[in-house]
């Protein structure tokens, strides 16, 4: 059996990361990566840091690109790749423009589509944008799903999908898990963080980098982080600012000159599971800290309107605040100054999975393999 797993941002070579590695070992199964440079510069560490090589690497990305011209890119770049290897299954993660795009070219190329965290739903299609839209066409096309849990494949069941559903568990606990043993304690970066943060303070790790949140939403939220700042002193954020200008400029604008704020470049992998490991409570838009962050016992403010990660919020382990400055200053104060709150957020079960994911979609490539 021949399979292509195609990535091309950072979170998809994260979780694609440790099914890749266990499908190496699998004899009678061929794989090959390849890499569409959606996220270039941030794939390329991620792959470093688990010892995986691209076999294919494509350029799609060019300066001031939209959708528009990544859609393209993508489907017309990926057909060469289709032609040469031939797979019998293309794997996709998730809902990003590469998936997407990867997903309908494999379609045009007469190539099996299997999908790695299906299922997610918000039910609007413009939050997340384009996200929503890309998971939701990319259960369309595929011919697998591998939900990460019950509630996704009970979403997948609404639009009519039940044929080849498999609940996996989340694949980003596979690589939380195995980040945690590759994390080197004499990393550079890791060296670079003890200097720069004093952990005699309660630390909050704070990111943000979400397409909805351009304008007023990152206004609002670093306005919310600047007045909790200014007023206590037994804290300290770090913020690994993400490189779009959209949101650099603006976090540079609003945190000059304070201490309590420190604004650092974005950390590799297993830098920033150290620091998630190190810190206190997390503000994030981030769809994959949500998963990995009840793992490490750590609370979670998710900085957006609506999660299509509802298990986490059910099992109470994240709590939605959006842009509302006053639910970020007031659940943030909580979680500093109520032990038993934070206690309360901090001893529950994870949602997403025991670490197994990889292997349940490995047993289940491995069946077909056999018939």
């Not at 503000?283 to 309107?305: F, M, N, Y």
């Amino acid at each position: 059996m021949k399979i292509l797993v195609i990535i091309g941002t950072r979170p998809e070579a994260i979780k694609m990361a440790p099914l890749i590695n266990r499908l190496k070992r699998v004899p009678s199964i061929e794989i090959k990566v390849c890499n569409t440079g959606q996220h270039k510069h941030l794939v390329i560490p991620i792959f470093d840091f688990f010892g995986i090589q691209a076999d294919f690497s494509i350029d799609t990305m060019i300066p001031n690109q939209g959708l528009h011209g990544l859609t393209a890119a993508i489907i017309e770049k990926t057909k060469p790749v289709f032609d040469k290897f031939q797979p019998d299954y293309v794997l996709v993660h998730g809902d990003t423009t590469t998936s997407f795009a990867s997903a309908l070219s494999a379609f045009y190329s007469g190539c099996k589509v299997a999908h790695v965290e299906a299922g997610l739903r918000t039910y609007n299609k413009l939050a997340p944008f384009p996200e929503e839209m890309n998971r939701t066409l990319n259960s369309q096309l595929a011919d697998i799903h591998f939900a990460p849990t019950q509630s996704a494949a009970e979403n997948l069941g609404r639009a009519g999908i039940i044929k080849n559903v498999l609940v996996t568990g989340n694949t980003v606990i596979d690589a939380l898990l195995d980040a945690i043993e590759l994390v080197n304690q004499n990393d550079a970066e890791i060296q670079y963080l003890k200097q720069q943060i004093d952990f005699t303070k309660k630390i909050i790790l704070f990111t943000g980098h979400r397409r909805e949140n351009f304008g007023k939403g990152f206004d609002d939220v670093f306005s919310a982080v600047k007045e909790i700042t200014e007023s206590r002193d037994d804290i300290m954020v770090i913020y690994p600012v993400h490189p779009n200008p959209n949101v650099k400029l603006s976090a540079e604008k609003y945190f000059e000159g304070n201490n309590q704020v420190k604004l650092i470049r974005p950390l590799s992998y297993g830098p920033f599971v150290w620091l998630m490991q190190k810190c206190h409570l997390i503000l994030t838009d981030s769809g994959g800290i949500q998963e990995e962050a009840p793992s490490l016992g750590k609370p979670v403010l998710v900085l957006r309107e609506l999660t299509e990660r509802p298990e986490a919020v059910a099992a109470g382990t994240v709590i939605v605040v959006g842009t509302n400055q006053e639910k970020i200053i007031s659940c943030t104060n909580r979680l500093l100054d109520d032990q038993s709150f934070y206690k309360e957020m901090t001893s529950l079960v994870n949602p997403y999975g025991d670490g197994k994911a990889s292997e349940r979609i490995i047993d289940f490539f491995t069946q077909i393999a056999a018939i």
